[in-house]
């Protein structure tokens, strides 16, 4: 079945330490995205990027940075610059960017 | 800026009663989403809604845009227990084709 998969589902984080969160998509989508939602609030954009090799950032984007090497693959890096990096993150793909997004299942992200 | 406001964001109903929850946005903008999450889950499509006077109807839920008064509804008729979940509505700029801006979500509780 196809969908978008994001590892691990829940994630830890020391002081100073960089952490990679994985998202897999196996749909053939060309559009992909990372959100990042914190209770009782909205979805906010991280990053997207359109195709391969591309990417922009979004409205918080400041602490995070991504890549696109292959089309079904948007790993997110939560840096030592994000301060407050506790959250649920979640992952999502399109065919375009106005198709309705496919979400993944979502890591959760918690400061030791 | 573009602000999408969710009402009420909160919700607790019987069941077979019917409701409607308020999405409003700020500035002009011709698609709009709305989605459903369960408690510690990922968010599923429900609805696109891509013109002014737009319908879409799947089961008990109704949703509908008037781009006029910037203000969309989604419908709920003869409440089940099933449809309890958090409804999230989304918003899309004009002339941008990948950035979404959120609602704050209506967490709805549907008592037996």
């Known amino acids: 079945d196809g969908g978008i998969t994001q590892s691990p589902k829940y994630l830890f984080r020391k002081e100073g330490q960089n952490v990679t969160l994985s998202c897999e998509q196996n749909l053939n989508h060309d559009a992909m995205y990372w959100y990042r939602q914190d209770p009782g609030q909205g979805l906010r954009l991280i990053y997207y990027?359109?195709?391969?090799?591309?990417?922009q950032k979004g409205d918080i984007a400041e602490g995070y940075s991504v890549s696109r090497e292959k089309k079904e693959s948007f790993p997110l890096t939560v840096t030592s610059a994000q301060k407050n990096p506790t959250a649920f993150y979640l992952c999502a793909s399109s065919f375009t960017g106005t198709q309705p997004q496919h979400f993944g299942d979502g890591t959760r992200l918690s400061i030791l | 800026e573009l602000k999408v406001e969710q009402n009420p964001l909160f919700l607790s109903m019987q069941e077979g009663k019917n409701y409607t929850i308020y999405c409003n946005y700020s500035t002009t903008s011709d698609r709009l989403y709305w989605y459903r999450q369960d408690p510690g889950k990922s968010l599923e499509s429900l609805f696109v809604?891509?013109?002014n006077g737009a319908v879409k109807q799947e089961g008990r839920l109704m949703a509908s845009l008037d781009t006029k008064a910037r203000l969309s509804t989604l419908h709920i008729t003869a409440a089940v227990h099933d449809l309890s979940a958090t409804y999230f509505c989304?918003?899309?700029?004009?002339?941008?084709?990948?950035?979404?801006?959120w609602g704050a979500g209506t967490k709805l509780i549907i008592k037996p």
């Open positions: 989304a918003v899309a700029p004009k002339d941008s084709n990948y950035q979404l801006i």
């Open positions: 990027s359109q195709i391969v090799n591309d990417f």
């Open positions: 809604l891509l013109s």
